[in-house]
């Protein structure tokens, strides 16, 4: 079975610095995608930035960057020049390759709470 | 497109007593999931339909728990004498399916079971 941990349950940053979030995961599998959600609070989870196994570039979506060591396992996301509203719950997700019998369903770690201080 | 709707979005009820919940996904996706995420942990998946079939189910789904997507629109998950253990998020997704990787969620019903 497939898990994936994030050891860092509560992470602070100041406003416009950059911060880390840490995950791990463990699979027997060689193709899959990695995936960082956020979740505001009382809000809905939104996807953030998702990972390709197979891709070797890491992926970047604006201030969202990810460093992906497929070898280590290891999947982590980086937030630059970090605003107010980053403050959430950030997920690292697995989820196997899409094929026409894979459910895709996700494998959620435990979660990191950002703080961002003003 | 409104996105993936959930109702109610907040359920209170005595320990026993059956519930039911509401996906709507958005329009023209395929696949359609529910999550449970208790207080301080990451979502654990429940089960996901193709359309109207229902093609895996967690162990974690015991059979006081079923859900239904009739004609592969809305889905609805009822859970039949509530425990106090129940008491979670309960999250619906949805994606295209088939290749489409990307999950939509809903905003989640909170239950609690007093």
């Known amino acids: 079975a497939q898990t994936v941990t994030q050891s860092q349950p509560e992470m602070s940053v100041q406003e416009a610095e950059t911060v880390t979030l840490s995950c791990t995961y463990d699979?027997?599998?060689?193709?899959?995608?990695l995936f960082w959600y956020k979740q505001p609070p009382s809000r809905q989870m939104i996807l953030v930035i998702r990972?390709?196994?197979?891709?070797?570039q890491n992926a970047t979506e604006n201030r969202f960057s990810v460093n992906f060591q497929k070898a280590a396992k290891s999947f982590s996301l980086k937030i630059s020049d970090s605003q107010l509203g980053d403050a959430a719950m950030y997920f690292c997700?697995?989820?196997?390759?899409?094929?026409?019998?894979?459910?895709?369903?996700?494998?959620f770690g435990g979660g990191t709470r950002l703080m961002v201080k003003p | 497109d409104t996105g993936v709707s959930q109702n109610p979005r907040h359920k209170i009820t005595k320990r026993g007593q059956n519930v039911t919940f509401r996906c709507d996904p958005i329009?023209?996706?395929?696949?359609l999931y529910w999550y449970r995420q208790t207080l301080g942990q990451g979502p654990e998946f429940l089960t996901y339909?193709?359309?109207?079939?229902?093609?895996?189910k967690s162990r974690l789904l015991s059979d006081r728990f079923s859900a239904e997507r009739p004609k592969g629109s809305f889905s609805t998950l009822e859970i039949q004498r509530t425990e106090q253990g129940d008491s979670a998020m309960y999250l619906c997704?949805?994606?295209?399916?088939?290749?489409?990787?990307?999950?939509?969620f809903g905003p989640g019903t909170r239950l609690t079971v007093t």
């Open positions: 997704a949805s994606s295209l399916g088939q290749g489409s990787y990307e999950q939509y």
């Open positions: 699979t027997s599998e060689s193709d899959y995608y």
């Open positions: 990972q390709e196994a197979y891709k070797q």
């Open positions: 997700a697995y989820s196997l390759s899409g094929n026409l019998n894979a459910g895709n369903m996700l494998t």
């Open positions: 329009s023209e996706h395929n696949r």
């Open positions: 339909f193709q359309n109207e079939a229902q093609l895996e």
